[in-house]
């Protein structure tokens, strides 16, 4: 399975941005995925999680009501949809995949994920 993240950039403060993440090699209705970030000289944290239907989300509290994580099994891609940005929202932004059997779990912990993207760089200017 592989993951391509796109749609970073440079956005101003209070901007928008679209990320997409590109599954390939195997059917996304399979895997929870999730959104995660890195900033520079930090660990790689949390940001949103979808259920393997699309039915329940969850997200960091220092995103939640600015971003918003969908998915698309038919197309095989999955989305966060990033409103009213901040500069502490500058970081590279990952997806990963969780291979699972439930469609209720939602997966917060990176160490848990069995696939990742390389990422793509956000970076939001005051």
């Known amino acids: 399975v592989q993951l391509q993240a796109s749609g970073g950039g440079l956005v101003q403060a209070g901007g928008s941005l679209r990320l997409s993440c590109a599954i390939s090699g195997g059917t996304l209705s399979r895997y929870a995925m999730g959104w995660f970030r890195q900033g520079p000289g930090k660990e790689r944290t949390f940001v949103a999680t979808?259920?393997?239907?699309?039915?329940?989300?969850h997200y960091s509290d220092s995103v939640k009501g600015r971003f918003t994580i969908a998915r698309d099994n038919a197309k095989n891609m999955v989305y966060l949809q990033m409103n009213s940005m901040i500069p502490e929202d500058t970081a590279v932004y990952l997806c990963?995949?969780?291979?699972?059997?439930?469609?209720?779990?939602?997966?917060?912990?990176?160490?848990?994920?069995?696939?990742w993207g390389q990422g793509t760089l956000v970076t939001v200017s005051s």
């Open positions: 979808i259920t393997r239907g699309g039915g329940n989300t």
């Open positions: 990963a995949a969780k291979t699972l059997s439930s469609n209720t779990l939602l997966i917060t912990a990176p160490h848990q994920y069995d696939y």
